[in-house]
């Protein structure tokens, strides 16, 4: 069996297209203006349109016929693009992952290191179109052309046509348009038989000696209607592996394979026609590339004699950007699958996320390596993502030598025509115009603005999650983007951005939610939004929890309300587990808050003591209406059997004991410290702060504990319960509100303070 899911491929293609990222020119007036001219110019590493991974302002920048490249360099017999001491051939870049795959431009592009002159050549030309002269020239205009013209030398195509049609532009001038083209045409044929053939030779040994040891590659080259990126290749052209029975409206087979002989430098070479293609029926094939039916397994066959067998392969079309890429990317898939399949593993049988990320690599790094402008169209990724998948199943049939694919592989051909047809492209990409950057045009303007990603605000990185960009894709030192984006929040926690925050959490939903919790942030705030939005997304809980009067609470940072909010969520108990896990994330969340407030803010400080103090208070010695609750409460958490007579403990009953255990003298505890006790325990303070007071609360019950256990003949041993109770309760209101404590809890001597009145 193929073993190829149809529809995960294409959705990994889909998610490949969405979340790869491109390398754009940010500043034009750097990039250099002359073909083959090399200069320093602003590159960036672009995501989702207008975030900045990585900008370079120093980058070399090379300029293509109509594109620029990264220009690579050979350095100890490779090629690389650390600037080493030779620029390799114009156009070739080469592939990190591999030694076996290279991008460049066609031959007719080469640019050669010494200028060629070609006087016999030249000469001819003139003689050859002098027959389209007006008939009132003159011999010694013909001769002075001519002269001129046997001068030029040249180190480019381009280079050549601007020189030949300066000498003929005076004389072209008195020329009639009819004979203008005739001219034109008798020249472009010249070029094509005469001096491409020269240029393509001088391009073919340099490649071959840049890529290879053995100065031995071989070629895949995606033409046109006119042939011209193939062009370069004519003498390899004789003999012949394959022809496609498609062919274009030229007569051109849509795919062709040609074979080197032992001696020449090109071991094999693959032509793929782009556009204009009629099948064996007459009938017109759309597409950008036209690829069909058994042409995908030649392809394959080309891998196998190839970069499987070690041998580079350099892929071009006009500039090697987009038809270039689309190969480079699709025969880097194939070849990840052969190697891996080496070691036993079979890339189409891992886990999506896993398959998303190889193959996401993949494109990126190829971007990388290209340079700027490789691959600028979403579908163009897409297209290449696909044939990569196609080659790879037409691989596995023929490794598995089957006869059918179950249907597998005419569903992938079907996906990859759908994509690759050209008449779609503009229908398609306005699905996409909304949410994706369709061209490098698109994605960088004049009016928009790019924001660095370690510093962007929080309502970049929720747009890009809102259009569909994926929030676990590591962008950046291993970080996601989901991860970006709460850093985002931490920098900037406005009431603002905690808004944008919950909105793109409630509408996101699972996803969103699902990356939150698996992200590696270790931030209490995420806890805290992850709640929210649990409690924001479903509404069918039986305590509902007003989300506003949550973010205004945490975000004014008023104690009091705070402490409210903690109270009102503690006193939650909900038979959805969802929503007691939403209380618990918030209580969290202001729990962290509440100790760096009052750290900082002194009256904050005493607010928060304060409430401690009172809620305290009240639990030990509230007022009568609601003692017997409390007291009731009090003795069923902390005691098994409720049933005491000498209970409750209240205030009033404190103080008698006290004061008739110090008259008859079987109490250190004189009637005037009875009488602070009772001011001191009331919930109503006076005179002192809080947290001048606290000390002195701690103190006396101190004292009290002492004395039972002294003069336990007055007070029973539950009472001693109690007031250690309070001790330790003391203790951690101390802890929270940050407050230190008199260290007594071992010492006998203890002197009550009289600060108390």
Not at 70 to 92: A, D, F, M, R, W
Not at 247 to 262: F, I, L, M, S
Not at 263 to 271: A, C, E, L, R, T
Not at 593 to 606: C, G, H, S, V, Y
């Amino acid at each position: 069996m193929i073993n190829l899911d149809v529809a995960l491929c294409q959705k990994i293609a889909q998610y490949t297209a969405k979340n790869t990222s491109d390398w754009i020119v940010y500043d034009e007036r750097l990039n250099p203006k002359a073909q083959g001219e090399t200069g320093k110019s602003g590159l960036a590493q672009i995501y989702a349109g207008n975030i900045i991974l990585e900008q370079d302002q120093e980058q070399e920048i090379t300029k293509g016929k109509m594109f620029s490249y990264v220009p690579h360099y050979i350095e100890n017999g490779k090629i690389t693009k650390q600037k080493g001491k030779t620029q390799s051939v114009p156009g070739l870049t080469s592939v990190e992952a591999t030694d076996l795959l290279y991008g460049c431009m066609a031959p007719n592009q080469f640019i050669v290191g010494k200028k060629i002159k070609m006087p016999k050549l030249m000469g001819k030309i003139v003689d050859s179109v002098k027959i389209f002269f007006p008939t009132n020239v003159s011999k010694d205009e013909i001769n002075k052309i001519k002269a001129e013209i046997t001068k030029i030398s040249f180190n480019s195509l381009e280079d050549l046509v601007t020189q030949i049609y300066k000498c003929f532009g005076p004389m072209m001038g008195k020329m009639n348009q009819d004979n203008k083209y005739k001219l034109k045409d008798v020249l472009d044929d010249f070029l094509l038989q005469s001096v491409i053939p020269i240029i393509g030779q001088k391009y073919i040994e340099n490649v071959a000696n840049s890529v290879s040891d053995q100065k031995k590659y071989a070629a895949l080259t995606i033409a046109g209607k006119e042939q011209s990126e193939s062009s370069g290749f004519g003498k390899f052209h004789q003999k012949i592996k394959f022809r496609s029975k498609n062919k274009t409206e030229q007569d051109n087979p849509t795919v062709a394979w040609y074979k080197g002989g032992k001696k020449d430098p090109i071991s094999h070479h693959f032509v793929i026609q782009s556009r204009d293609s009629i099948n064996k029926k007459g009938e017109k094939i759309d597409g950008m590339l036209n690829i069909g039916g058994l042409d995908f397994k030649q392809i394959v066959k080309f891998y196998n004699q190839t970069m499987a067998k070690g041998i580079p392969v350099v892929v071009n079309c006009t500039d090697g950007i987009d038809r270039t890429g689309i190969l480079m990317v699709a025969l880097m898939m194939l070849h990840s699958y052969d190697q891996a399949l080496k070691e036993g593993k079979d890339i189409t049988q891992l886990p999506e996320a896993e398959q998303q990320a190889l193959v996401l690599k993949i494109v990126e790094g190829l971007k990388k390596d290209r340079g700027p402008y490789f691959l600028r169209k979403t579908l163009d990724v897409q297209n290449a993502v696909m044939l990569g998948f196609n080659l790879i199943g037409h691989k596995k049939k023929m490794d598995l030598n089957l006869k059918k694919s179950q249907g597998v592989l005419p569903k992938l051909e079907r996906a990859f025509f759908q994509i690759n047809n050209h008449k779609n492209d503009n229908e398609n990409n306005k699905q996409y115009r909304s949410k994706l950057p369709e061209t490098v045009a698109d994605v960088v303007t004049s009016t928009k603005k790019l924001y660095n990603i370690d510093t962007a605000p929080l309502n970049v990185f929720t747009n890009a999650i809102k259009n569909g960009f994926d929030p676990n894709y590591k962008l950046k030192d291993n970080k996601s983007l989901i991860e970006f984006m709460v850093g985002a929040y931490n920098r900037e926690p406005t009431f603002k951005n905690f808004q944008e925050f919950i909105t793109l959490l409630i509408h996101g939903k699972e996803p969103v939610l699902k990356a939150l919790e698996t992200a590696s942030i270790n931030n209490k705030d995420l806890n805290f939004l992850v709640g929210c939005m649990k409690n924001a997304v479903h509404s069918n809980y039986d305590i509902h929890l007003n989300d506003d009067e949550i973010i205004k609470t945490i975000h004014s940072q008023d104690i009091v309300s705070l402490t409210a909010l903690v109270n009102k969520l503690n006193n939650i108990k909900s038979e959805d587990e969802q929503v007691n896990n939403i209380c618990y994330h918030i209580t969290n969340r202001i729990n962290e808050i509440i100790p760096k407030k009052i750290a900082t803010d002194k009256e904050a400080k005493e607010q928060y003591l304060q409430i401690l103090l009172k809620d305290f208070a009240s639990k030990y010695f509230g007022k009568e209406t609601d003692s017997k609750k409390r007291q009731e409460y009090f003795l069923t958490q902390h005691y098994s059997t409720p049933k005491v007579s000498t209970w409750p403990l209240s205030l009033k009953k404190v103080r008698e004991e006290l004061k008739a255990a110090g008259k008859s003298g079987k109490s250190q505890i004189r009637a005037d410290q009875a009488e602070n006790i009772e001011i001191v325990l009331k919930p109503k303070y006076y005179g002192a702060k809080p947290s001048e007071k606290l000390p002195s609360i701690f103190t006396v019950i101190n004292d009290v504990v002492k004395n039972i256990s002294q003069e336990g003949n007055f007070f029973d041993s539950q009472m001693e319960k109690v007031c250690n109770q309070m001790l330790n309760e003391l203790e951690d209101i101390a802890k929270k509100a940050q407050i230190d404590l008199p260290d007594m809890r071992a010492d006998v001597d203890v002197k009550h303070k009289k600060t108390i009145k």
